[in-house]
Nanobody
């Protein structure tokens, strides 16, 4: 059974930092790219960042470049999203997804496997 479990969300003030984790099991982790998506209240699902199975290639949506960093630890089957200089518009449910293909499918439902998400709320 494939599982993606996100953690690390919570309430943070504007300008603060949060690190999200995505723990993956049930697949050969080192053969899968992993991405983070987010869905703000009343808005569509949005691609945030992705990292290739080797960890040497990453991609980000423009709105988070220079603020967010995606990384992975293949020994721990975990992907991280370090979020700095947070803004109220970063408030959303953050979900991770895994896919064996690259470039990562950035449209909703394009990835093979999905987690249920962790909520991040940025207060003004």
């Amino acid at each position: 059974q494939v599982r993606l479990v996100e953690s690390g969300g919570g309430l943070v003030q504007t300008g603060g930092s949060v690190r999200l984790s995505c723990a993956v099991s049930g697949i050969t982790f080192s053969r899968y790219a992993v991405a983070w998506f987010r869905q703000a209240p009343g808005k569509e699902l949005e691609f945030v960042a992705a990292i290739k199975w080797s960890g040497d290639v990453t991609t980000y949506v423009d709105s988070v470049k220079d603020r967010f960093t995606i990384s992975r630890d293949n020994a721990k089957n975990t992907v991280y999203l370090q979020m700095n200089t947070l803004k109220p518009e970063d408030t959303a449910l953050y979900s991770c997804a895994a896919d064996s293909r690259w470039p990562f499918a950035t449209w909703p439902g394009g990835a093979d496997y999905w987690g249920k998400g962790t909520r991040v709320t940025v207060s003004p």
